[in-house]
């Protein structure tokens, strides 16, 4: 997976529908292996983001899960601390 995609599901408060586009977004860039389309690719790329982000959000509202939600803060923080014993620095 994109290291840049965040997982989005059972967090409080919930993903917004920007951090599932922002998540589309990097999904299209990885397997259109590019950051930013070219003008003649731009109209199939905005549909595919469009698309993915459709399909993500009905993925959400799907997904069941009995796992209490998680909080982001806490995510955060144990993410920064993977990152500091991977890296070996402070952040």
Do not use: H, W
């Not at 860039?29 to 070219?38: A, D, H, L």
Request: hydrophobic share 40%; glycine share 4%.
């Amino acid at each position: 997976m994109c290291r840049n995609i965040k997982p989005l599901y059972n967090f409080e408060p919930p993903a917004t529908d920007e951090e599932i586009r922002a998540a589309a977004i990097q999904f299209v860039r990885k397997i259109g292996g590019f950051n930013k389309p070219s003008a003649v690719n731009i109209e199939a790329f905005d549909a595919a983001v469009e698309d993915i982000t459709f399909a993500s959000k009905i993925l959400l509202d799907l997904l069941v899960t009995n796992a209490p939600p998680k909080d982001r803060e806490t995510e955060r923080e144990k993410a920064r601390e993977r990152n500091r014993i991977r890296f070996g620095k402070s952040l």
